[in-house]
């Protein structure tokens, strides 16, 4: 991280340009990049979610629409939900299929009950829209659990992650409350920045590493409404208005992607709850 700092300064003295757009594998060093932010005068930095080489999809798609066809730039990355996505017909024929007992809610019942859920101590896998590019789980191929108790990163990890309790799980925060929680100024909605949790709101202990850091979410109405409004009424029922959110997969797997998967992760461990769009 001291390199990299280094090497942003220097960028910067060179540019006196306002903004740092990172991409590449290096850019998943979330704590460089928090340190750069603090440490350097950019005033925004943009890393591309899916940083690593699998990221270099986006560049080759840009060169060609861009440079070879000539077209206007347009496309601004807001977020990262740009995989596949299943209808409710197709889940709801898969759970039939394999017949499980579910609940089918509206959409304000599902928020009230997940986040009492959430609230009452319940690990609740969360499969929602379209699947998130990049390595990081974002609210739609998440495992969601009460940051309040510390309990819950050791249940994670050992019981449904299968991994060494020490591994630490990321915050999702509401995003207009972010600097209220943590010493951090900027969105973060893809999940590549760590900043120090404010010592008045060490309140969230499984999402706080030992250091007092945290890997942050930042999560807004136009990125994702329907995980916002849940981060929303679990603050309703709290007073906290941060979410603990891991990928949802367990150990040696990648992030599930189908129903099939979420089911198959879901039976294979101990979680509590499965959330398939309006499915309980």
């Known amino acids: 991280s001291e390199c990299m700092v280094r090497m942003a300064r220097h960028l910067y003295e060179e540019t006196n340009l306002p903004n740092l757009c990172m991409a590449g594998g290096v850019a998943l060093n979330c704590v460089a990049n928090g340190e750069i932010l ?3 005068p ?34 601004v990355q807001r977020h990262a939900f740009l995989g596949p996505a299943f209808s409710n ?3 709801e024929s898969y759970l039939k299929s ?16 997940t986040a009492r859920l959430i609230a009452h101590q319940h690990v609740v896998g969360w499969f929602q829209g379209r699947m998130e590019f990049g390595p990081r789980a974002l609210g739609a191929r998440s495992i969601l659990a009460d940051p309040r108790n510390p309990e819950n990163r050791d249940r994670v990890n050992l019981k449904i992650k299968f991994r060494e309790g020490f ?19 900027s969105p973060s909605p893809f999940m590549l920045l760590v900043a120090p949790v404010r010592p008045e709101k060490r309140v969230i202990p499984a999402v706080t590493h030992v ?22 009424e679990f603050e309703r029922q709290t007073g906290c208005p941060v979410i603990l959110n891991t990928s949802f997969n367990d150990a040696g797997e990648p992030i599930v992607e189908t129903p ?11 979680m509590d709850v499965l959330v398939v769009h309006e499915w309980v």
């Open 38 to 40: 603090r440490n350097v």
């Open 42 to 75: 950019f005033r925004q930095i943009f890393i591309q979610p899916a940083a690593s080489d699998a990221g270099g999809a986006l560049g080759v798609a840009s060169y060609i629409c861009h440079m070879l066809l000539n077209q206007p730039r347009r496309f």
């Open 89 to 91: 017909g197709e889940i």
């Open 98 to 113: 394999q017949e499980v007992k579910y609940q089918v809610l509206s959409r304000e019942e599902l928020l009230e009950k």
């Open 167 to 185: 591994r630490p799980f990321a915050p999702s925060v509401l995003v207009e409350r972010v600097s209220e929680y943590f010493d951090l100024q």
């Open 211 to 232: 250091d007092g850091s945290a890997r942050i979410q930042t999560v807004s109405r136009e990125e994702n409404l329907l995980y916002y409004d849940l981060i929303k």
């Open 260 to 270: 099939e998967d979420a089911l198959r992760c879901f039976l294979k461990t101990e």
